[in-house]
């Protein structure tokens, strides 16, 4: 027994494959373009200032949202204070020693007026 392909299925076929190329980079493009786009606001690790704590930083504040809202404050040193203890309350968990690490790196690092 033969089987017939239809005519049509032949042409879609011919022209699915004809045109891979173009689906192709549709879909690298739409795969790309995200990422680029949400890029900044991804990377907030690597923008963080060198210095003592950014480590700790990194490690203990990014756990329940990203980095973004330190980016986004500016405070003294007090504020800092008040805003690491405020994270405690959240449910951070620190070691004092690592607490006034981080809050003396936030300070020197986002402070108010910038
Ligand atoms: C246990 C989870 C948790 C951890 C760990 C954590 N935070 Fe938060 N943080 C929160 C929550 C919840 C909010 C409130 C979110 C909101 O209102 O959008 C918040 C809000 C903030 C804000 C904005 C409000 C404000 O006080 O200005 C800042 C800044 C902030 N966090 C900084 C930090 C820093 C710095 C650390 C590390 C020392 C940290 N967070 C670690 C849970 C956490």
Same mark, same amino acid.
């Given at each position: 027994?033969?089987?017939?392909?239809?005519?049509?299925?032949?042409?879609?076929?011919?022209?699915?494959?004809?045109?891979?190329?173009?689906?192709?980079?549709?879909?690298?493009?739409?795969? =790309?373009?995200?990422? /680029?786009?949400?890029?900044?606001?991804?990377?907030?690790?690597? %923008?963080?200032?060198?210095?003592? #704590?950014? @480590?700790?930083?990194?490690?203990?504040?990014?756990?329940?949202?990203?980095?973004?809202? =330190?980016?986004?404050? /500016?405070?003294?040193?007090?504020?800092?204070?008040?805003?690491? %203890?405020?994270?405690?309350?959240? #449910?951070? @968990?620190?070691?004092?020693?690592?607490?006034?690490?981080?809050?003396?790196?936030?300070?020197?690092?986002?402070?108010?007026?910038?």
């Amino acid at each position: 027994m033969k089987l017939e392909i239809p005519a049509s299925f032949k042409l879609l076929r011919g022209s699915f494959f004809k045109h891979n190329a173009f689906f192709l980079s549709l879909f690298l493009i739409g795969l =790309i373009l995200p990422v /680029r786009v949400s890029w900044p606001q991804v990377d907030y690790k690597s %923008k963080l200032p060198e210095g003592e #704590g950014k @480590q700790l930083v990194i490690e203990l504040c990014g756990m329940c949202h990203n980095l973004q809202k =330190i980016f986004d404050a /500016r405070k003294t040193e007090k504020e800092w204070e008040l805003s690491v %203890k405020d994270m405690v309350s959240r #449910g951070m @968990q620190i070691f004092p020693e690592d607490a006034e690490e981080i809050i003396k790196y936030l300070a020197k690092s986002f402070p108010p007026g910038r």
